[in-house]
């Protein structure tokens, strides 16, 4: 069977286990049927996410006209302690940033490879924690907009690291931890602009991801530079 498309991310369904979905123009893939099975993959171009041009891609999918110009690209995206939709102020594009700034977002301890505060939307959720490979996640704070949640993202990373070693996330080199536990030992380093919007109570969501076999030697794949692969 022959599939054609521009690869994207995923699109993900919760479940025991998750679901995955490669999702192109008129058709999609459950990757999950494709366990155990050999697959080939062939780079045939480039397509910017936004123009839809045949260009080199820069960075987050994007070429770099684009990556320096839209929105969605924007430095408050990685870093969320830089978003200033709230105060009425423009980066990029207000309207798309109050659109995105200014709704709920959750500040979260993740287990992936070891202990991570991370910051996604609510709606998000558990996306942003399946796209990570967290095996355990829980939220800390559910704040208006995306500065507060960075803020309190810069404060706790200091205590607690915001990267995930994917090599061990993917050989599953992971301890279980007591998230809950990890929450309110944090705690006091919320920025009292966020302390109101703590979470006292809730459990830890366990995510279940369909694997037959951990890799003991996982190793990234570059496919512009082999531009084939089998396996």
């Known amino acids: 069977m022959l599939y054609k498309g521009v690869l994207t991310k995923m699109q993900t369904e919760f479940g025991h286990p998750i679901q995955y979905y490669l999702v192109f123009e008129s058709d999609f893939i459950n990757m999950n049927q494709l366990l155990d099975n050999n697959i080939s993959l062939n780079l045939m171009g480039h397509q910017c996410l936004n123009c839809g041009l045949d260009k080199p891609i820069y960075r987050q999918g994007f070429c770099r006209s684009c990556f320096f ?99 061990n996330m993917l050989k599953n080199e992971v301890t279980d931890e007591d998230l809950a536990e990890w929450r309110h030992r944090l705690k006091t380093y919320i920025p009292e602009e966020a302390k109101a919007y703590f979470i006292e109570n809730n459990s830890e969501t366990e995510l279940d991801f369909p694997v037959i076999k951990f890799p003991k030697k996982p190793k990234s794949l570059n496919l512009e530079k082999s531009k084939q692969y089998k396996g």
């Open 69 to 167: 110009d839209i929105p969605q690209a924007a430095d408050w995206i990685m870093r969320p302690e830089l978003s200033t939709a709230h105060l009425d102020k423009e980066d990029r594009d207000l309207e798309y940033e109050k659109k995105v700034q200014l709704q709920p977002h959750v500040v979260y301890l993740a287990n992936s490879s070891h202990v991570k505060v991370g910051v996604t939307r609510k709606s998000q959720i558990p996306t942003r924690w399946i796209d990570q490979g967290a095996h355990e996640a829980i939220e800390i704070v559910e704040v208006p907009n995306r500065y507060l949640a960075g803020i309190t993202e810069v404060a706790l990373k200091a205590h607690v690291s915001d990267k995930t070693n994917w090599r």
